[in-house]
């Protein structure tokens, strides 16, 4: 049985990790199974928006302790470098948006998978914590730099050096997700978002992903400049005055 399963529905393609005997925890074999799913939704042009879900009880309980590869070099780059497949990465560097529905626990690499989405809903019972510290390693997969920029300096620190858990509403204010549901809402919430995101023009989508990525990196007037650039990009496409024509005929009716 495949550690990570791929489902297309429309323009919304759904990668599931599928390990909930071991609470999704991560391995090689499941990293890349993420990696590859990833690399199916990038190359297919009728996938607009993938979301990234688990089966089970846990969303994620982070690397599988159990497997005395775990944490080496060959492991690490399994996980972290998109040119091996690696599958933690690749979530980051998808195009495409990305939604995470996460429930349950959520640690290590799981929440930097929920860090590496565009929007994380996830279910009332969902719990983060970041343990790698104690066990004698750092987040490497965006547990820090990520986490950093969502959360600021204070609460990533408390999360990265105090190994503290957090309950999911704690999350939602600290923004570490986006929203979160009923745990028998979940998969129909994060369904909803893929539809509207699906729902508008790729390019944009697209273009917006990338400014929105970006701009932390980047002085504001420099920032400004990317974000005016991509706007001249998108002002003369066929979608975007099919889009305005309908607006403006919406409003007139």
């Given at each position: 049985m495949s550690l990570v399963s791929y489902d297309v529905s429309g323009s919304v393609a759904r990668v599931t990790l599928?390990?909930?005997?071991?609470?999704?925890?991560?391995?090689?074999?499941?990293?890349?199974?993420?990696?590859?799913?990833?690399?199916?939704?990038?190359a297919d042009p009728a996938v607009r928006?993938?979301?990234?879900?688990?089966?089970?009880?846990a969303f994620c309980a982070g690397a599988d302790l159990k497997d005395p590869n775990t944490h080496s070099g060959d492991d690490l780059l399994a996980h972290l470098e998109p040119a091996e497949g690696g599958g933690l990465e690749a979530v980051a560097a998808c195009?495409?948006?990305?939604?995470?529905?996460?429930?349950?626990?959520?640690?290590?690499?799981?929440?930097?998978l929920v860090l590496a989405a565009d929007i994380a809903v996830v279910a009332e019972d969902a719990k983060f914590f970041l343990p790698q510290v104690a066990l004698g390693i750092v987040p490497g997969a965006g547990g820090m730099s990520r986490l950093l920029r969502k959360v600021g300096p204070t609460w990533a620190h408390r999360l990265v050096m105090l190994g503290e858990k957090v309950?999911?509403?704690?999350?939602?204010?600290?923004?570490?997700?986006?929203e979160i549901v009923?745990?028998?809402?979940?998969?129909?919430?994060?369904?909803?978002?893929?539809?509207?995101?699906?729902?508008?023009p790729p390019a944009a989508q697209r273009l917006a992903k990338e400014s929105l990525l970006q701009a932390a990196d980047l002085p504001?007037?420099?920032?400004?400049?990317?974000?005016?650039?991509r706007l001249f990009m998108l002002s003369d496409t066929a979608e975007k005055k099919e889009r305005h024509a309908a607006f403006a005929a919406e409003r007139s009716a």
């Open positions: 599928n390990r909930p005997d071991n609470l999704n925890a991560v391995n090689a074999e499941l990293t890349r199974g993420v990696g590859s799913a990833l690399g199916r939704a990038v928006v993938v979301v990234l879900d688990a089966e089970g009880r195009p495409k948006p990305v939604v995470v529905a996460a429930q349950g626990w959520c640690v290590g690499a799981g929440v930097e309950p999911a509403e704690v999350a939602l204010r600290i923004g570490l997700v986006s009923p745990r028998d809402a979940l998969a129909q919430r994060a369904a909803e978002i893929a539809e509207t995101l699906a729902a508008a504001l007037a420099a920032a400004l400049r990317v974000d005016q650039y």
